[in-house]
């Protein structure tokens, strides 16, 4: 599939590995070499700010969604000139959702994973397919895929929509298997009434 935009979820804080920054100024710079455009949070800091500077420096197309709360708080980046300032967090995850054609999850916390999740439950509802690439610097989502194990155990998922996710172990790699994605059917009534497990 063509991506020409890509959304990066990801902290706004560094983490304590360098590998983390190190890999987002890197998809930074990956991006703009592929000319894709960057849509990101719009934050100055943390991998954030790493992934932006990284496609800016490389000269990069970069589109920021921040909420004034965190412009109040002088959290933007001053380098993003393409800066769209809106009301809510709530609005700001929309949009970073549906201006991009594919999704690049980097590490984070709980508001990464909170984006992360709304575009993959999109996805088992059939409601927004889009390709969601996990990357795993340092084996960082491994425990997720343990707990998706359990949600299929307990019949909380099925398998079958694990292939809406790409976990990806190098940056590298990421854009090549976005566009190797192929759409999963959305779950039906059937689905859920008859406990089926992929």
Do not use: W
């Not at 949009?95 to 709304?118: N, R, W």
């Amino acid at each position: 599939m063509k991506i020409n935009r890509v959304s990066v979820f990801c902290g706004a804080r560094l983490g304590n590995s360098n590998q983390f920054k190190e890999d987002a100024y890197r998809l930074g710079e990956i991006l703009a070499k592929e000319e894709v455009e960057l849509i990101y949070g719009g934050g100055g800091l943390g991998l954030m700010g790493a992934t932006a500077d990284g496609a800016l420096d490389a000269g990069g197309d970069v589109t920021g969604i921040i909420p004034t709360v965190l412009v109040d708080k002088e959290m933007a980046h001053p380098r993003v000139k393409n800066m769209k300032v809106v009301d809510t967090m709530s609005i700001r995850k929309d949009m970073l959702i549906d201006e991009a054609d594919a999704i690049i999850v980097l590490p984070g916390g709980a508001g990464t994973m909170e984006e992360f999740f709304q575009v993959f439950v999109s996805g088992q509802i059939g409601f927004q397919q889009k390709p969601i690439a996990l990357v795993n610097t340092d084996g960082y989502y491994d425990s997720l895929f343990e707990l998706f194990e359990t949600f299929i155990e307990n019949d909380f998922l099925e398998r079958r929509f694990l292939d809406l996710i790409m976990k990806v172990d190098s940056v590298d790699d990421v854009i090549n298997q976005l566009k190797s994605y192929r759409p999963v059917e959305g779950r039906t009534r059937e689905d859920i009434e008859s406990g089926h497990r992929d």
